[in-house]
């Protein structure tokens, strides 16, 4: 029916409406009803193109990091009272798409069966001496080949980041692998201190009995916090 009336609606500036209709078996109440809800239709199409631009260029102002709740907010707050399912609706046919925060994953996970080592730091983040005193973590990185895991032993005499070691994954061989590196290369004394958190790779027996084998001293700090209080961070220094 559409169809024909849009035909009817084309033709009607060379042959008279009724005539149109009478040919097509089309009654006229039809066509004008037709008539009246194409020109609706065309009205919310004009009046979606507008918002549409308007989200557009707020969606751009915000970096491409605004999605349905803060663009609806911004209208809001510009004096349009605009539904947010027609926002959403709007935002979704043309493809605009806000930045989803991802959710923090946190790597420390306590081995429940593990006994830690005591804290021998105490919250005393100086030494006199490189070599005497490490601390260590596990950090992510977003790459082209996926997410890739750092491991990194800090000296507390140099600030320098004396060891590290980068996998695909976060088990015990990755910060084994990391202490083997700061034991190569920068001499740590017998005894020397390794301190962490509590996190099942620093409480495996893998790491410990590494440890062990250099004849170096573990230390454990707080889950999750190897330097145990924002106040007391560092900063890095890479090894040349």
């Keep these: 029916m559409s169809g024909l009336c849009r035909f009817i ?5 060379n042959y008279p409406i009724s ?3 009478r040919v097509l078996h089309v009654a006229r109440s039809s066509y004008y009803a037709w008539h009246e809800g194409e020109a609706a239709r065309r009205r919310r199409q004009a009046a979606d193109d507008a918002l549409a631009h308007e989200i557009t260029v707020l969606h751009i102002a915000s970096r491409k990091t605004y999605g349905v ?4 907010a911004e209208l809001r707050r510009l004096g349009q009272g605009v539904n947010r399912k027609r926002i959403a609706r709007i ?3 043309r493809d605009i798409r806000g930045v989803t925060r991802r959710k923090h994953h946190s790597l420390t996970r306590p081995e429940a069966k593990a006994k830690p080592a005591p804290d021998l730091i105490g919250r005393d983040f100086h030494a006199e001496r490189p070599g005497t005193k490490l601390v260590g973590d596990i950090t992510y990185l977003s ?5 890739l895991y750092l491991a990194c032993w800090l000296d507390l005499a140099t600030r320098e980041v004396v ?6 994954h976060h088990r015990a061989e990755l910060v084994a ?8 290369r920068s001499g740590l004394e017998p005894g020397c201190v390794i301190h962490s958190d509590r996190g099942s790779e620093y409480t495996s027996t893998q790491f410990c009995g590494r440890i062990r084998e250099l004849g170096l001293r573990q230390s454990c700090g707080r889950t999750g916090s190897c330097f145990d209080c924002e106040d007391d961070r560092v900063p890095l220094r890479a090894v040349a």
């Design 9 to 13: 609606h084309t033709e009607k500036a």
């Design 19 to 21: 005539l149109l209709c």
């Design 69 to 72: 709740p803060r663009i609806h």
């Design 91 to 93: 935002m979704r046919e």
């Design 143 to 147: 790459t082209a080949e996926g997410w």
């Design 163 to 168: 060891g590290y070691a980068m996998a695909d």
């Design 177 to 184: 692998d990391a202490l083997d590196m700061a034991h190569g």
